[in-house]
C-alpha cells in the first residue's frame, strides 16, 4: 500500500495537540511541522548525527524525553577497533534548547560537554567537546554537513492512533568534512569519502516501544547511495520509514520488510529483504557491536546497534538494480519502556 505523498507544508499536531490527519504521509523533504504540545511524559524529541568515512565512526545524539535529557557521544576507530561511549541525563532537560524543526538549531552547555548544531543556508555547523571523555582527556569534533534543497531525503509520519504519533526525517549520503580529535588518535573527515547521517524525530509515543532501524551510505555502481529501513515500529500503520537515495533522489520503498537475524547472537550475518518483490535483497555483516542499556525503574531500554557491511541487492523505482557491495552502515534492535 502506498501512503500519501506530501507535497505541501503542513502541522504535525492540531490545535489540541492530537494528530493531524492531513500530515499522515512520506515527503522527499521535511515539509511537516512539529507542533508538539501536551501529552506531558509521552513527548519524545531527538536528533542523532553519525558520521563516517575509512577510518572511523563518530556519533553524538541529544534528545528530550519530557522528564529528562540524554546526550551521548560514541566514536570507533575501524582500525583498532577501539570504541568508547559517553553520556549525560539533564532532569528535566535543563539547560537544551531542542527546537521542534529539522533545520532549527540545537544547543547545550553544561557538566563539561558543549553540543551546539547550527544551520547556516545549506551547511550545518556541528560541533561537540566533551571534557574528560576517555582518560581523563576530551573529544572535540567539528564538521560541516551540506544539506541542499535538492538533496531528497525520507520523511514520514506514522500514526499508531489520534494521540500516538512520530514524525521522522531520515537523511543519509549527505556530504560532509570535519575533524575528531580525542586521547586515541586524530581523524580527517573529506567531503570525497565522508557520509554523515541524521534521524530526527518527533513524536508522542507509547510506553512500550520496540523497532528496528538499518541505515548506510557510500557508493555502489557508480552512484552516491544512502539506504534507510525501519521495522517493528511502523507495522499495520500503513506507513514504512524504507527507502533508498541515489545520487540525492529518494525512491520510496511502501512495503514492509522482511528482518531476519539471531537474536542470541546479533554478530551472526542479518537479511533484510522485501518478501514480495525484488527491492531490497541484502545481507548486513556486523563487525562490532554497540550494546547499551538502561534500568531506572520504570524507564528501561535495550539496544544492540550493530556497526558493519550491507551487500546485495537494491531496485529503483523504475526497475534498475544496483549492485552493492561492502556498504558500510549499521542495524539495529531496540526495545524500550519509557
Known amino acids: 500500500m502506498k501512503g500519501r505523498e506530501i507535497t505541501r507544508a503542513v502541522k504535525l499536531c492540531d490545535e489540541k495537540g492530537k494528530l493531524n490527519q492531513v500530515s499522515v504521509g512520506w515527503a522527499r523533504h521535511p515539509m511537516v511541522y512539529c507542533n508538539l504540545k501536551g501529552s506531558f511524559l509521552r513527548k519524545k524529541k531527538w536528533n542523532y548525527w553519525c558520521m563516517t568515512n575509512r577510518e572511523a565512526l563518530f556519533s553524538v545524539t541529544v534528545s528530550h524525553l519530557d522528564y529528562a535529557a540524554v546526550i551521548f557521544a560514541y566514536i570507533y576507530d575501524f582500525t583498532t577497533r577501539k570504541f568508547v561511549e559517553k553520556s549525560i541525563l539533564i ?21 563539561g560537554v558543549h ?30 554537513i551540506v544539506r ?44 570525497s569519502d565522508s557520509f554523515a547521517t541524521l534521524d530526527f524525530g518527533r513524536g508522542k509515543w507509547p ?18 547511495i544512502g539506504l534507510n529501513f525501519g521495522g517493528q515500529w511502523t507495522d499495520n500503520t500503513g506507513q514504512t520509514e524504507n527507502g533508498i537515495i541515489i545520487d540525492q533522489k529518494l525512491h520510496k520503498i511502501h512495503e514492509d520488510l ?26 548486513f ?47 539495529e534492535d531496540h526495545q524500550a519502556r519509557w
Do not use: C
Not at 521542534?100 to 540545537?106: A, E, F, G, L, R
Open 148 to 191: 541542499k534543497t535538492d538533496h531528497e531525503s525520507l520523511n514520514v509520519v506514522i500514526p499508531w492512533s489520534n494521540s500516538r504519533f512520530q514524525f521522522t526525517s531520515k537523511q543519509v549520503a549527505l556530504p560532509t568534512e570535519g575533524k575528531v580529535s580525542w586521547s586515541q588518535g586524530d581523524y580527517t573527515f573529506q567531503m
Open 115 to 144: 553540543v551546539s548544531i547550527k544551520d547556516e543556508e545549506h551547511v550545518t555547523k556541528l560541533n561537540v567537546s566533551w571534557l574528560n571523555f576517555f582518560e581523563d582527556k576530551p573529544l572535540e569534533a567539528q564538521f560541516n
Open 207 to 224: 510506553y512500550r516501544s520496540k523497532w528496528n532501524w538499518g541505515a548506510a551510505s557510500g557508493f555502489a555502481d557508480g552512484y552516491r
Open 258 to 283: 522482511d528482518w531476519v537475524y539471531d537474536h542470541h547472537d546479533y554478530m551472526k550475518p542479518w537479511v533484510i529483504h522485501s518478501p514480495n518483490n525484488k527491492r531490497v535483497k541484502l545481507m
Open 285 to 331: 555483516e556486523p563487525i562490532f557491536e554497540r550494546v547499551s542499556k538502561t534500568n531506572l525503574g520504570i524507564i528501561k531500554s535495550n539496544v544492540h546497534q550493530m556497526i558493519g557491511y550491507y551487500s546485495g541487492t537494491v531496485e529503483t523505482d523504475d526497475g534498475q538494480t544496483i549492485q552493492i557491495q561492502r556498504l558500510l552502515g549499521w542495524a
Open 91 to 111: 532532569p528535566l532537560g535543563k539547560g537544551l534548547s531542542i527546537p521542534d524543526n529539522v533545520q532549527d538549531s540545537i544547543y547545550f552547555k553544561g557538566k
